[in-house]
């Protein structure tokens, strides 16, 4: 009778439907656990392109930060120049072709590493004293993005074949320094006006600034002065201006030169008397960065209360040889003593000047820089001259800043000297006119052996700028 109801109750085909159900509530189950797991796995990080081959690198470590350069940025035609040569390298001295050709080019990076070192932050960080390490990012702009790049600062457009000396950036030993940027910067510098007063390295230098800062608005250029040496871009949207100050001495100078920088006489110095140009805006300003230096080394008349005290290189002249090292001792006491007592309250720097890097001669003598990596130091010494104007500048602001900090002016010093001193590669060379070698490798050129390329080394000191700016 059991089992009569059993199988009346539940046939053969019925008890095969129920079997296939609980199958495939089991199945079901089991993929259901297997799915739920995986997405508790963690995921696989992708591999990202690199510029080193067959190697792997971290992500781009800043938000504004555009891809690596291309290998090739093509040469274009060259623009008018605003003018004609660097105001510090007049134009004679043969030179022969550099020793890389564009063939001769296989890699743009450093092959040492395969990452951008980095430093564990601490409170105190002497961003001057470091190291120039691989980074295979590049710049962050190229030549083609940023149309402020002077025409002798352009090396890539100019037919510079290396491009190693793109791929390198500063880093601080026992700290980090991170990469520029420029979105922050420019919502930090709302309503703001910075300055740069000085010669044709300040010139150089706001190109760079620019240049980055273009990255996220276009700067607009509302001012310049006959010879294109002072200049002034407003960036619209965070009523940002930039302006730099074409002063070579800081202190009243007339100037006796072509627009090749060949000389008729010698420059006439006032040296307790500031230019005009720079202290009449001076309290419009609320970052400023000074400089000068090489344009000392000139043969010169020097003048205090418009009486000539003596020269410096003026054989033909009746008068006291003096020295260089006299005359910028003296103007530059007479620069911090203004600072100092000016009750400014934004924020100044004082930069050191930047060394050149000529080899197997001078300027006028054939002199070169052919090299296509940075160097370590200890590696390459620095001209006596260059170590004079950097004691002179270090004794002399060393004894501004005790004097600012009891007036509360707030003062600060950018070495970056020392860290331009270790890239002899950074400089135009020939390539401070475009294509030089295309009338044939033995053609006579001025070399340029101590302006930057754009972009170049001279991009890192605004990551420096940056953080002693946002450290106040």
């Known amino acids: 009778m059991r089992m009569d109801y059993l199988h009346h109750k539940f046939p053969l085909n019925h008890k095969n439907l129920l079997l296939k159900l609980l199958l495939s509530f089991f199945f079901f189950g089991l993929a259901f656990r297997l799915l739920f797991f995986h997405s508790l796995s963690p995921p696989v990080s992708p591999v990202l392109e690199s510029p080193f081959p067959e190697k792997t690198t971290l992500p781009v470590p800043e938000p504004h930060h555009p891809p690596p350069l291309p290998s090739l940025l093509l040469p274009q035609n060259p623009p008018v120049s605003e003018e004609h040569v660097p105001d510090d390298v007049p134009e004679h001295a043969p030179e022969d072709d550099p020793e890389h050709t564009p063939e001769e080019v296989q890699e743009h990076v450093p092959e040492s590493e395969d990452q951008v070192e980095t430093h564990t932050d601490t409170d105190e960080c002497d961003y001057f004293s470091g190291d120039w390490v691989p980074n295979p990012f590049g710049p962050l702009y190229t ?193 911090f003593n203004f600072i100092v007592s000016s009750n400014h309250r934004g924020l100044i720097f004082f930069r050191t000047f930047t060394p050149d890097h000529f080899e197997n001669g001078e300027w006028f003598s054939g002199g070169t820089c052919k090299r296509t990596a940075p160097i370590k130091e200890g590696e390459m010494e620095m001209k006596e001259l260059n170590m004079m104007l950097r004691n002179i500048e ?79």
């Open 143 to 335: 030549n083609e993005t940023c149309s402020h790049i002077e025409s002798h600062q352009n090396c890539l457009k100019n037919g510079r074949p290396d491009r190693e000396f793109l791929y390198w950036r500063w880093a601080p030993r026992g700290c980090e320094l991170p990469l520029f940027d420029a979105g922050k910067f420019l919502n930090m510098m709302r309503g703001k006006v910075w300055a740069l007063i000085g010669d044709s390295i300040s010139r150089n230098h706001v190109q760079s600034l620019i240049c980055i800062l273009s990255t996220v608005e276009q700067a607009v250029m509302y001012y310049h002065d006959e010879e294109y040496k002072s200049k002034s871009w407003n960036f619209p949207s965070y009523n940002f201006n930039v302006s730099v100050i074409w002063s070579p001495y800081l202190v009243e100078a007339a100037i006796y030169e072509d627009m090749n920088g060949v000389s008729s006489s010698e420059v006439e110095i006032q040296l307790n008397k500031l230019d005009n140009k720079w202290v009449d805006q001076y309290m419009d300003f609320d970052y400023i960065i000074f400089s000068t230096g090489k344009w000392f080394l000139k043969a010169a008349i020097y003048y205090e209360n418009d009486t000539i005290i003596g020269c410096h290189s003026c054989p033909k002249r009746n008068l006291t040889e003096l020295g260089f090292n006299f005359a910028y001792r003296k103007a530059l006491k007479s620069v």
């Open 394 to 472: 270090l004794e002399e602001f060393a004894k501004a800043r005790d004097e600012a900090s009891k007036s509360g002016v707030n003062l600060k010093i950018v070495d970056f000297a020392g860290l331009s001193h270790l890239r002899p590669d950074g400089h135009p060379g020939p390539y401070r006119e475009f294509h030089p070698f295309a009338k044939g490798k033995n053609s006579k050129v001025q070399n340029d052996c101590l302006h930057w390329c754009l972009p170049g080394p001279i991009d890192s000191w605004n990551d420096i700028l940056m953080q002693m700016v946002l450290n106040g």
